[in-house]
T-cell receptor, first 116, second 112 residues
Framework: DAKTTQPTSMDCAEGRAANLPCNHS???????VYWYRQIHSQGPQYIIH???NNETNEMASLIITEDRKSSTLILPHATLRDTAVYYC?????????????????FGKGTHLIIQP | ETGVTQTPRHLVMGMTNKKSLKCEQH?????MYWYKQSAKKPLELMFV???????ENNSVPSRFSPECPNSSHLFLHLHTLQPEDSALYLC???????????FGPGTRLLVL
């Protein structure tokens, strides 16, 4: 899996949009960008993923640059419950990696702190 | 509630004990995973099971022994652990055709 680079920590005011950047300059053509988050002492939670188009769901939006070398996760209206470590992961889709499931390779992520 | 449950949630054991961690998924998935998260370190993949068959062992010491009797249950048998094995052990599941993994709440293990 390609490596990703994220800031160690970020602060954001409650109610504001939180923009979390991720660099993945060595991403391959068949690799997706995934975002997970881990609230303290809980298991990671899937947020969103994308290949090259921008994606939006009920939790967040994912903006991927045209060259796919970086992306930004956007939490449009951050709440205190969004305080967590956010992980950006790049990996091939299971069907593209020879079939079968693969584990995820987690980095250190970004510790997002939402300030009241 | 992710549909993946783990028991026990907390476990304290001595280095000579034998214990087992249990994971159960109620999502109809056919792939299951064990991860380890030590203090101040990233999550590390330990084992992967596809259709009850182990497909990946990420250089895990033999004192950790996984078992997958069916696609809904996954165990991690522990014996003669070391204090440095104290960590949060997380189970996850996924469908082979889906990219998303669903994680359980984890078992917080302390080895004395």
């Amino acid at each position: 899996d390609a490596k990703t680079t994220q800031p160690t920590s970020m602060d954001c005011a409650e109610g504001r949009a939180a923009n979390l950047p991720c660099n993945h300059s060595t991403i391959s053509g068949n690799e997706y960008v995934y975002w997970y988050r881990q609230i303290h002492s809980q298991g990671p939670q899937y947020i969103i993923h994308g290949l090259k188009n921008n994606e939006t769901n009920e939790m967040a939006s994912l903006i991927i640059t045209e060259d796919r070398k970086s992306s930004t996760l956007i939490l449009p209206h951050a709440t205190l419950r969004d305080t967590a470590v956010y992980y950006c992961i790049v990996r091939a889709a299971p069907l593209d990696s020879g079939g079968g499931a693969d584990g995820l390779t987690f980095g250190k992520g970004t510790h997002l702190i939402i300030q009241p | 509630e992710t549909g993946v449950t783990q028991t026990p949630r907390h476990l304290v054991m001595g280095m000579t004990n034998k214990k087992s961690l249990k994971c159960e998924q109620h999502l109809g998935h056919n792939a299951m995973y064990w991860y380890k998260q030590s203090a101040k370190k990233p999550l590390e993949l330990m084992f992967v099971y596809n259709f009850k068959e182990q497909t990946e062992n990420n250089s895990v010491p033999s004192r950790f022994s996984p078992e997958c009797p069916n696609s809904s249950h996954l165990f991690l048998h522990l014996h003669t652990l070391q204090p440095e094995d104290s960590a949060l052990y997380l189970c996850a599941s996924s469908s082979l055709n889906q990219e998303t993994q669903y994680f359980g709440p984890g078992t917080r293990l302390l080895v004395l």
